[in-house]
């Protein structure tokens, strides 16, 4: 059972219910788009097809335990295995089906739950771009977009037919470079409006609409991910933001489900982890380089996050064939 922070899957008190099944793909079209994954994405990884931002993955093993990372603003849609990902004390599962949206760059916790050689988790990605997202809600929502209650900058719902087969007619296009390289852009396009048809549109829309905070919070984001190692004060964000202090602290939780301050741990103990496991940097060398004074401070939040010390966490890892945070 997966387990983190203590709590099992099943004792998590935030799971993010999937929408209602509403022109949901048949077996057949899932299929097919499974196929032309397992075929861009010939072994275990991450692919980058034609037009750029468009994305194959696999993966023929589930986690054994769950992965840091860092999520950019995509758009996830699964053809084949299941996922859970944990955003602060928030579990979101999607499978074969459904899909998964970020509208900010987050820091995570993702664990594949279901995947074999025979059967491997695929998955289509396509990174959203908030200038086009922006563009195209105006034309989508032309009196305003609808008012949503949640600024959460993850969702998890049910795919659309829709959706599925313009992401299955954008693969088939890589068989002809010249095609995808004309016809991709215009495919892409047709799969964001699709999205923010979808159920969960009115919160995607959010990504380029200023009065809902996610532009300011995106700001402050870019910040504190280029100087995650760098002292920083809320108020500083909240003029990158343009908001008051109060209203920043709200919109940013909102957004992340985690403080300023929270947010910034999660980083640098991602980058220390990082760090120690690609340059082989010892854990004290690790600490400061991501900002922290205090060796035992960072040892103490490190077990807190990782569920063990830097030096056995990294020996863990290592023996599980990690030489790098995967991703």
Known sequence: MLETE????????????????????????????ADLLSAHAPHDGRFELRPPGVYAARRSRQNRAPVHVAYPPVLCVVAQGAKVVMLGREVYEYDASHMLAVSVDL???????RASEAKPFLA?????????VAELTLKVYPQGVPRTRSSRG?????????????????????????EAELLGPLVVEEILIR????????????????????????KAVSWLRANFSQPMTVERLADLAHM????????????????PLQYQKVLRLQEARSLMLSRTMDA???????????????????????????TRDIARLREQGFDAVSR
């Open 6 to 33: 203590g709590l099992s899957l099943t004792e998590r008190p935030s799971r993010s219910p999937h929408a209602p099944a509403i022109d949901g793909p048949d077996v057949h079209s899932l299929r097919k788009l």
């Open 107 to 113: 820091p995570v916790a993702s664990q594949v739950v």
């Open 124 to 132: 289509f990605i396509l990174a959203l771009d908030p200038l086009e």
């Open 154 to 178: 993850l969702y998890v719902c049910q795919a659309t037919t829709g959706i599925v087969e313009a992401a299955t007619r954008l693969l088939e296009l890589m068989a002809q470079p010249g």
């Open 195 to 218: 999205l923010l048809r979808s159920s969960i549109g009115s919160r995607v829309a959010q990504i380029g609409q200023a009065e809902a905070g996610v532009p300011g919070v995106a």
């Open 244 to 259: 008051s202090v109060s209203s920043f602290h709200q919109h940013f939780k909102a957004v992340t489900s985690m403080s």
């Open 284 to 310: 004290g060398t690790a600490g400061r380089h991501v900002g922290y004074l205090s060796p035992s401070q960072f040892s103490r939040e490190y077990a807190r996050l990782f569920g063990g010390a830097p």
